[in-house]
């Protein structure tokens, strides 16, 4: 059975794989995607794979996630190329779902050949935890990528989300609407961590966007397609700021600039929910 016969939505999360990897930001086995099922699709999945079901042995996660016991995801594997998802689905991603107690995992269908769940999967099963939590269940897609302004932002900017967030923000208008809670920042930590996980979530209580120091960046999205927007919002917005800084011979004492005011009209105008402690009228830039 193919994975589009098997459920629709396979296909969309297969394309984002495609689609991120032509933007550049996933070099090698770089980045990783998760998706956390309906529970339509939960239906329809025990349908498609009926007595042809076969699942793994419960794998222990080493977290607790109470409100996703018993919920279905579709994850990259560890080590794939996203260049192959769409040539090689089966290989590439897979199906897996969580105990009743939220705290371990086992694999319903994909992983194809002795794969296994990404190796950011604390980060995704604690990052999907939170964003259910505070959107009230619509979120449902944690996307990782390795894009190259946004990580050479990090590489100059001090580590603060507050400094990073109004950067973006004053050099392109949209970026407030896409992102107007700002994105959270995380220093160097080591990947694949309960560390870094835990870390995240916490951060993915206020922003939808994390961003990991000299590594890349994590986004939340209620869909494949926000998801993708948000990522790639961060990365334009991180690509003009680094242009005009160094078109500005290195300084960040830009000529011109989105005021604080004009992002606070902005915000008024389209009734955004504005992270207020990242707002003032103390330009930095
Ligand atoms: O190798 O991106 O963070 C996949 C990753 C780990
Ligand atoms: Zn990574």
Not at 27 to 33: A, P, R, S, V, Y
Not at 219 to 225: H, I, P, Q, S
Not at 239 to 263: E, M, V
Request: with cysteine; glycine share 8%; charged share 20%.
């Amino acid at each position: 059975m193919t994975s589009s016969q098997l459920l629709p939505v396979v296909e969309d999360f297969v394309q984002l794989c495609t689609d991120g990897f032509l933007q550049g930001w996933h070099e090698c086995n770089g980045g990783n995607l998760s998706y956390r099922l309906r529970p339509e699709e939960v239906e329809q999945l025990r349908k498609s794979l009926g007595k042809s079901a076969t699942s793994s042995e419960w794998t222990p996660l080493g977290l607790k996630a109470d409100n996703l016991a018993g919920q279905y995801l579709i994850t990259t594997a560890a080590g794939c190329h996203f260049q192959n998802v769409a040539k090689h689905p089966l290989n590439t991603t897979g199906i897996v779902e969580l105990n009743e107690q939220g705290d371990a995992y086992r694999i319903v269908w994909g992983f194809a050949d002795g794969a296994a769940p990404t190796s950011e999967l604390p980060s995704h099963i604690l990052n999907h935890s939170v964003r259910t939590e505070v959107t009230g269940g619509k979120s449902r897609v944690i996307y990782h990528a390795h894009p190259k302004n946004t990580i050479a932002l990090t590489a100059l900017l001090p580590l603060d989300a507050r400094i990073i967030t109004r950067s973006l923000w004053k050099v392109m208008t949209e970026c407030i609407l896409v992102f107007p809670q700002g994105v959270g920042v995380l220093p160097w930590m080591m990947p694949g961590s309960i560390e870094i996980a835990r870390a995240s979530s916490k951060l993915f209580r206020i922003h939808d966007a994390v961003i990991w120091a000299h590594h890349g960046l994590f986004v939340a999205g209620d869909d494949f397609e926000s998801a993708f927007g948000l990522m790639h919002s961060i990365e334009k917005a991180a690509d003009i700021y680094l242009r005009a800084r160094s078109a500005n011979k290195g300084s960040d004492d830009f000529p011109n600039t989105i005021s604080d005011d004009d992002l606070r009209a902005i915000a008024d105008r389209f009734g955004l929910a504005v992270n207020e402690a990242f707002l003032d009228d103390n330009c930095l830039i």
